[in-house]
RNA sequence: CGGGGCGUAGCGCAGUUUGGCAGCGCGCCGCGUUCGGGACGCGGAGGUCCCCGGUUCAAAUCCGGGCGCCCCGACCA
């Protein structure tokens, strides 16, 4: 490709709505357009980006046995709610009526297309495994888009589900999608991790994410370094020390502790540790008034408590609710409350001789014990895990915290779906059952716009060699001069008839403009060809983005195919 | 959805406080010089000052309403 033909501009200046390196850098390298909030234009480099991309995941998909379809971007409301999920997403589904008031939506996933359309086709339990993908639209209507590409409206993805007899089946084909997915991330050439994930609105048992380790990353993560343990921070387990040993249950009294409201006064007034108190935290769930007791130095991790309340609404009491539940904020007591639903996490009913809210504003309990003064209508872990907490798993680590970058995420749905769409088969025994389905989806853009937010340094991008727009980017300096002009046009086509992918600055600039665009654009490899290449011969420079300035090295224009296929090799086996 | 910020040429911004010719840099077009790290000179084009309404002799500027975009939070398969 020409530059001087090519349809995007790089910009010298920073765009000013964008705020991370990732999202300046893609419209600042021409990219990328911005159509509306979480709305964009892909134009010709990021396509290619794109469809390498689609491409690597196609090949892995394909050799894992999965088989390419296309389902509707619009569909009938009814499917959705079949499946419950018109009210699950809420106003993230959009809404349209066609010309005859047809309700419909435009999906945001395909879960409820593919059980339809399976159950359409599968008979029998000779019909399965099978297992369907696609790499299609999605719409969301999300309430924040951001960072470019990370957060959208409008994506691309590809969804996969598979389709298998029973759950032995549906772990064969949740292993084998994994494996896809290391693949497809070892040779995009990004470094992921996997963590345990909370399968939130989806459903289902098991879960893992793909995160690609960012700063800027929307997710919080948490990793043992000596066991390997890895989750996300919604989902994750901790171990924490045990609350101080104050040996048997002593008898429970009352003590004054004058306008202490919160667990650090309250700990520093009496002299104790905050992990010998205990406090509470209320909550609203789908109308209920929820009463939660946990030890005073947790946290309460709201997603677990969510799920543990089976999904719904949550939400954190306002002060009017706990007053009218007769509950006195900042000395709340779970000893002599019993009119409201009392939850507790795991770390309340353990240890001893707790010092605890006496509902009075002025007073605390001290020695204060699970089972002797207070009960709790449910237990659960619903701990969040802190910076200092052991890892879960093995004793010996302390875990770790980062951020990342989902990027793809896997679920064994069960039957939650094929129950509710009554997608069954037809057994050996002449038995009729529900199919067990996973899902296993990867964000193509956004695992583009994550590449370039990872992957870039002051001066642009640093694309993987695998996902690259180009192989090289081609530099002809001094174009003027009929000698150059027509030795960079030689290496452009003996460089192309080899197969590689050239980007060919061509166009009438500066070197130090062409040399800017080209660490901006960031193609694996830089090729130029200038009176200096050419002073002691016909000869061009090669210089890979990655390295040095100095890292050049000026090759003979014969040699220039192999010399470059050589650099691209020795970079593709770094990735 | 709560909080904050912004909206003026393709991009980045000044001008708004105190109403009075719509400006600067970059980019773009033409000519010439220059030519390995964002060169220089001369000339030129480019505007619904987000939209609607109001006040005023006069509105980018003041008032009312609306829309859009960004950030923090809530939400997020």
């Known amino acids: 490709m020409r530059m001087s033909q090519m349809f995007g501009k790089t910009l010298r200046d920073d765009p000013s709505d964008a705020d991370t390196a990732g999202h300046r850098l893609l419209i600042r390298a021409g990219l990328v357009a911005q159509v509306a909030a979480g709305v964009y234009s892909y134009l010709p480099m990021a396509l290619r980006s794109m469809r390498k991309i689609e491409n690597i995941i196609r090949e892995e998909m394909n050799a894992a046995g999965a088989q390419e379809v296309?389902?509707?971007?619009?569909?009938?409301?009814?499917?959705?709610?079949?499946?419950?999920?018109?009210?699950?997403?809420?106003?993230?589904?959009?809404?349209?009526?066609?010309?005859?008031?047809?309700?419909?939506?435009?999906?945001?996933?395909?879960?409820?297309?593919?059980?339809?359309?399976?159950?359409?086709?599968?008979?029998?339990?000779?019909?399965?495994?099978?297992?369907?993908?696609?790499?299609?639209?999605?719409?969301?209507?999300?309430?924040?888009?951001?960072?470019?590409?990370?957060?959208?409206?409008?994506?691309?993805?590809?969804?996969?589900?598979?389709?298998?007899?029973?759950?032995?089946?549906?772990?064969?084909?949740?292993?084998?999608?994994?494996?896809?997915?290391?693949?497809?991330?070892?040779?995009?050439?990004?470094?992921?991790?996997?963590?345990?994930?909370?399968?939130?609105?989806?459903?289902?048992?098991?879960?893992?994410?793909?995160?690609?380790?960012?700063?800027?990353?929307?997710?919080?993560?948490?990793?043992?370094?000596?066991?390997?343990?890895?989750?996300?921070?919604?989902?994750?387990?901790?171990?924490?020390?045990?609350?101080?040993?104050?040996?048997?249950?002593?008898?429970?009294?009352?003590?004054?502790?004058?306008?202490?409201?919160t667990i650090a006064e309250l700990a520093e007034f009496l002299s104790i540790e905050e992990s010998q108190t205990l406090k509470a935290v209320f909550y609203v769930h789908d109308g209920e008034f929820i009463f939660v007791a946990i030890r005073g130095d947790l946290d309460v991790n709201?997603?677990?408590?969510?799920?543990?309340?089976?999904?719904?609404?949550?939400?954190?009491?306002?002060?009017?609710?706990?007053?009218?539940?007769?509950?006195?904020?900042?000395?709340?007591?779970?000893?002599?409350?019993?009119?409201?639903?009392?939850?507790?996490?795991?770390?309340?009913?353990?240890?001893?001789?707790?010092?605890?809210?006496?509902?009075?504003?002025?007073?605390?309990?001290?020695?204060?014990?699970?089972?002797?003064?207070?009960?709790?209508?449910?237990?659960?872990?619903?701990?969040?895990?802190?910076?200092?907490?052991?890892?879960?798993?093995?004793?010996?680590?302390?875990?770790?915290?980062?951020?990342?970058?989902?990027?793809?995420?896997?679920?064994?749905?069960?039957?939650?779906?094929?129950?509710?769409?009554?997608?069954?088969?037809?057994?050996?025994?002449g038995e009729e059952k529900p199919m067990f389905m996973g899902c296993y989806g990867i964000g193509v853009g956004r695992l583009l716009g994550a590449a370039i937010e990872s992957r870039h340094d002051d001066e642009g991008i640093i694309f993987p060699a695998s996902i690259a727009p180009y192989d090289i980017h081609l530099v002809s300096l001094n174009p003027g001069d009929e000698e150059i002009a027509s030795a960079a046009d030689e290496v452009y086509n003996s460089l192309t008839s080899a197969g590689l992918e050239v980007l060919f600055d061509d166009r009438d600039e500066s070197a130090g403009i062409k040399f800017s665009d080209a660490d901006l654009l960031g193609m694996p490899l830089r090729v130029t060809v200038s009176r200096r290449s050419m002073r002691d011969g016909r000869n061009a420079e090669l210089k890979l983005r990655s390295r040095d300035r100095d890292s050049a090295t000026i090759v003979p224009i014969v040699n220039a195919v192999q010399e470059a296929r050589g650099l691209l090799n020795e970079l593709s086996g770094a990735n």
């Open 302 to 429: 709201e997603v677990k408590l969510a799920n543990a309340l089976g999904g719904g609404e949550l939400r954190l009491a306002s002060d009017e609710e706990v007053k009218a539940a007769g509950i006195v904020a900042g000395s709340a007591s779970p000893v002599g409350i019993d009119n409201v639903r009392k939850l507790g996490d795991l770390s309340a009913t353990q240890g001893a001789n707790y010092v605890a809210g006496a509902n009075d504003a002025q007073k605390h309990f001290r020695n204060v014990n699970h089972g002797r003064d207070f009960q709790l209508d449910d237990v659960i872990d619903i701990a969040k895990a802190e910076e200092g907490h052991g890892c879960p798993r093995c004793d010996e680590g302390t875990l770790n915290f980062s951020r990342g970058i989902e990027v793809g995420h896997v679920f064994k749905l069960g039957t939650k779906f094929s129950e509710a769409f009554s997608a069954n088969y037809v057994t050996q025994d």
């Open 70 to 261: 296309l389902m509707p971007v619009i569909q009938p409301v009814e499917l959705w709610r079949q499946s419950g999920r018109e009210e699950a997403f809420g106003p993230t589904l959009l809404h349209l009526n066609d010309r005859r008031e047809r309700q419909m939506v435009l999906a945001p996933t395909h879960e409820e297309a593919v059980t339809d359309l399976a159950r359409r086709h599968v008979r029998s339990y000779r019909d399965l495994p099978i297992n369907l993908y696609q790499i299609q639209t999605k719409l969301r209507d999300e309430a924040r888009p951001r960072a470019g590409l990370i957060r959208v409206r409008e994506f691309h993805m590809k969804d996969a589900y598979s389709f298998d007899t029973d759950q032995d089946g549906l772990d064969v084909a949740y292993d084998k999608m994994v494996q896809a997915y290391w693949n497809i991330f070892r040779r995009s050439g990004l470094d992921v991790v996997a963590v345990e994930a909370d399968s939130g609105a989806m459903g289902g048992s098991d879960s893992q994410e793909y995160m690609l380790l960012a700063d800027t990353g929307e997710d919080e993560l948490v990793n043992c370094p000596a066991c390997g343990y890895a989750a996300n921070v919604e989902r994750a387990r901790s171990r924490y020390a045990p609350a101080p040993d104050t040996g048997e249950p002593n008898d429970i009294e009352i003590i004054d502790t004058p306008n202490m409201t």
